[in-house]
């Protein structure tokens, strides 16, 4: 099963930005596509940003125009460029397949303080 391991969480104040990253040691991620999840407390894991093999994104509504989704060339890091940040954007956020079998890794925590 392919490990997927978050990074780039953090405390930041409303309307901030926040860069998360995401890499598949050992396997990269070949040619799935592969999302961003995110799961707030007391909600279930919801989807926030997908995007193919071939680069094409797309997005929740509550992000569509704040966040932006991309994967680097060699297909190994995704990264998710969290933008005009709010306090509804707070949860632990997770990368894994988008479709098929999903594995998770710890998350990386975001937090949005008004």
């Known amino acids: 099963q392919v490990q997927f391991v978050e990074s780039g969480g953090g405390l930041v104040q409303v309307g901030g930005s926040l860069r998360l990253s995401c890499v598949a040691p050992?396997?990269?991620?070949?040619?799935?596509?592969i999302a961003w999840y995110r799961q707030a407390p007391g909600e279930l894991r919801e989807l926030v940003a997908g995007?193919?093999?071939?680069?094409?994104?797309h997005y929740a509504d509550s992000v569509q125009g704040r966040f932006i989704v991309s994967r680097d060339s060699a297909k190994t890091t995704m990264y998710l460029q969290m933008n005009d940040l709010t306090t509804e954007d707070t949860g632990v956020y997770y990368c894994?397949?988008?479709?098929?079998?999903?594995?998770w890794g710890q998350g990386t925590q975001v937090t949005v303080s008004s």
């Open positions: 894994s397949n988008e479709f098929g079998v999903r594995t």
């Open positions: 050992g396997s990269g991620f070949g040619l799935k596509a």
């Open positions: 995007i193919s093999s071939s680069g094409i994104a």
